[in-house]
């Protein structure tokens, strides 16, 4: 039965989950002999998922993961790259728990981008310890185990009768440390999963306390943290480049004389013309490599390009949204029917819908992309913070024509990533010009070239419309939503939405309602649309709560009140009794593992709706919103009490609350939350990428702005509902952001009255 956290933190800023004490842990005497766990390899739930379905896999051999120095150091690999969400830590946490080793004689090493040796690296997704917390317990209780056999040996004992706690082995008077052990016990063979004795929950030491800060933390608080454009080589050279205004353009003709003579810049040279579908390669024009950046700028700056801007210079904005807006009136591709909502329609009572609309945003992390290649012709080495290290691998490859084996691809800090991240058109770049002038070379893009030349989320427009009977019941209802596809990055552009798409928010559409038609209407990319933190649940998360909360004030119903009944009792949405086993995308989990479950929906729109006190009367002017939203297979909900003050929004306080299954991390889940809110608050109150003649119109962050120090949620509450090891860890690093702009929305109506359907939210009061 699932345990739900009922109490909540009353701390400005804090989280709100049952926590145990390091000191109180240590206090109760523990010790772990072998057989003393509780749980052994036949008896430990090995959650089916979607990582060994991901490319290459997981890998949970403790002789690739782990390494231990005489002195007892153990050096732990992690192969996730760290932006912020804290998969570098966590995971080498979680093998530490179990392996038994004391966290303050532990170090973290990075992987290099090798998919074969480690496994799938891919960062993004929300996948991290969802898919990789049962091979790092694997790879500690291996390790464990094979220390246990070491230290019988050694003794003439049964290893049975070994205990090992805090980084040392133990039996009677005897005792060797993990580094006396340490060449013993990793020449042991490696066990097998059933032969592990798993630690029981309530032995863990790290695992679900909350209490391990990021590794990096002193040295990104001090300065020493080593980011993409921190790494320096002999004789390297800096580049930067002019890409073409539109997608699809290309440089017609150039003059590089007047940038050949400013001091400094070494070369010219015009990269490949990048042609749709182009993936992740480089959008082409003209590059500048000088001996400091900036004269490769100031090189730049002075190019005299005339630029053939190709099919795409057309495409402007407005009356693209409007095109979408109007298709999204009409019936589209029927993705999936639930009873028979045309009958449900045509025999309603009334029909009440309502448009709702996205702007393209872009990821503009803090860290601009750079990289920094050496081609030499021993191989290619690559320095930069990527999220997918081996797809840079391979893409490098690729564009160069050598065997990926001679790439090697060091991962860095990332100074956020949000998914732009995943895509190497910058790291291409930088191998090219490496070829080119024989010296390692640093590729550094600016804030306006990372504005201007992203990979944009998806712009969208989504109808929903409802049937209601006399009594104002919902019986029937229709969601049409049209958005450029991802897909169209990759292939040939239908103009329709892919499975991945579909089941973020829109296909596993939740609610308790007899009649449903869920659509998608076509709509052609003519930019690079790339995933973006929490992709496509951003649009349907923000049309589906915007909606509710008009629905709501439609039927003069409370919006808490509206959600519930929408919900229905706690049950499994299956939708594969309605016919949809192969079409519906669970975020690539088995369906049988994770399914959709109302009544977990329902339970943290309860839990943050009364950790924010909703109900309770506020000043005139004054509103809280409450959305909630399923996606990563998790489920959070959001409460935003809002007000306006001196004509701008403000969020005195949010309460999130997710459910994340077995919280392995609860500080990190913490930290995203926190983030999340303030992503999402920019993206309710900011993001807007706009096109005029295939050109975007923004280029920093003065025309496209963050929510700042000055105007972001004054508190934010996190709670956390509390599993045991047994309820799978689900995604926590994107869940936070999609309910944060519709709980804003519903309570800025609340407060104002005025009701928002695009974002950017219109902030001029």
Not at 418 to 431: I, L, M, N, Y
């Amino acid at each position: 039965m699932l345990k739900y956290l009922q109490d909540h933190d009353p701390q400005p800023t804090g989280i709100a989950i049952a926590k145990l004490s390091r000191r109180a842990f240590l206090g109760t005497g523990a010790a772990f002999a072998l057989g003393a766990y509780a749980t052994r390899g036949d008896a430990f739930p090995k959650w089916p998922t979607g990582g060994e379905q991901m490319p290459h896999g997981l890998r949970d051999d403790p002789l690739i993961f782990v390494s231990i120095d005489p002195d007892g150091t153990v050096t732990l690999v992690a192969h996730r790259s760290e932006m912020g969400t804290g998969s570098r830590t966590s995971l080498p946490m979680v093998m530490a728990d179990e392996m038994e080793a004391d966290w303050s004689r532990v170090r973290i090493v990075q992987a290099e981008g090798d998919e074969p040796k480690y496994g799938n690296q891919d960062t993004d997704g929300s996948r991290s310890m969802r898919h990789h917390i049962q091979a790092a317990r694997k790879i500690g209780g291996s390790v464990r185990h094979m220390m246990q056999a070491a230290a019988a040996a050694q003794w003439g004992v049964a290893p049975e009768d070994v205990i090992v706690e805090n980084h040392e082995a133990r039996h009677g008077d005897n005792v060797l440390g993990f580094g006396e052990l340490a060449q013993a016990a990793m020449a042991m063979p490696v066990p097998a999963h059933e032969q592990i004795a798993y630690k029981s929950e309530d032995q863990f030491r790290y695992m679900g306390k909350g209490e391990v800060q990021i590794t990096d933390l002193h040295d990104i608080t001090t300065g020493a943290a080593v980011y993409g454009a921190d790494v320096k080589l002999a004789g390297m050279l800096y580049a930067v480049a002019a890409r073409p205004p539109v997608v699809g353009g290309k440089v017609a003709s150039f003059d590089a004389t007047a940038a050949m003579a400013v001091p400094g810049v070494v070369g010219i040279y015009q990269l490949p013309d990048w042609t749709a579908p182009g993936g992740f390669a480089p959008l082409g024009g003209v590059a500048v490599v000088a001996e400091n950046t900036w004269a490769a700028l100031q090189g730049r700056d002075s190019l005299e390009i005339a630029w053939d801007d190709g099919p795409n210079a057309s495409y402007s904005s407005g009356p693209y949204m409007e095109a979408m807006k109007a298709t999204a009136l009409d019936k589209g591709q029927v993705l999936r029917t639930r009873g028979a909502p045309d009958a449900a329609f045509a025999d309603a009572a009334r029909i009440f819908g309502q448009t709702y609309t996205q702007d393209h945003m872009a990821h503009i992390p803090m860290e601009p992309p750079v990289a920094l290649a050496s081609v030499t012709a021993e191989g290619v080495e690559i320095w930069a913070p990527v999220q997918s290290p081996y797809t840079t691998r391979t893409d490098v490859a690729k564009a160069l024509g050598v065997d990926p084996a001679n790439v090697r691809v060091n991962v860095t800090l990332l100074g956020g990533g949000f998914g732009r991240k995943s895509k190497a058109d910058f790291v291409t770049e930088a191998a090219l010009l490496s070829r080119e002038t024989g010296a390692p070379v640093r590729m550094q893009w600016t804030r306006e070239d990372d504005v201007r030349h992203s990979f944009y989320h998806t712009t969208s427009a989504e109808r929903i419309e409802v049937a209601l009977d006399d009594a104002g019941k919902v019986t029937g209802w229709r969601h049409n939503s049209v958005a450029p596809s991802i897909l169209s990055t990759f292939a040939p552009d239908s103009g329709q939405q892919f499975p991945i798409e579909s089941g973020m928010g829109h296909l596993d559409m939740p609610f308790d309602i007899a009649n449903v038609s869920i659509e998608n209407g076509k709509a052609l990319a003519h930019t690079r649309i790339g995933w973006f933190r929490s992709v496509s649940n951003i649009p349907r998360a923000w049309a589906i709560g915007s909606f509710v909360g008009d629905l709501a004030a439609e039927l003069g119903k409370d919006q808490r009140e509206m959600w519930l009944e929408l919900i229905g009792a706690p049950r499994q949405v299956e939708l594969a009794a309605e016919g949809y086993p192969e079409t519906f995308w669970n975020y690539g989990e088995p369906s049988a593992g994770f399914p959709i479950e109302t009544g977990r929906l329902a339970h943290v729109l309860n839990m943050a709706a009364e950790g924010i006190g909703y109900g309770t009367d506020l000043p005139e002017g004054e509103g809280i919103g409450l959305a909630v939203h399923r996606s990563f297979v998790s489920y959070v909900a959001c409460a935003a009490h809002v007000r306006v003050r001196d004509g701008a929004i403000d969020i005195p306080r949010m309460h999130l609350a997710i459910d994340c299954g077995y919280a392995a991390n609860p500080e990190r889940i913490r930290s995203q939350m926190e983030g999340a809110s303030v992503m999402g608050m920019t993206l309710a109150l900011n993001s807007s990428i706009t096109f005029d003649q295939g050109a975007v119109e923004q280029s920093n962050y003065h025309d496209y702005d963050v929510v700042r120090a000055d105007n972001f949620p004054g508190s934010v509450v996190t709670h956390i509902v509390e599993h045991p090891f047994e309820v799978h860890a689900t995604g926590v690093g994107e869940p936070g952001v999609p309910p944060v702009a519709p709980a804003i929305a519903n309570g800025l109506y609340v407060a104002t009255g005025v009701r928002h359907r695009a974002l950017p939210m219109d902030t001029d009061f």
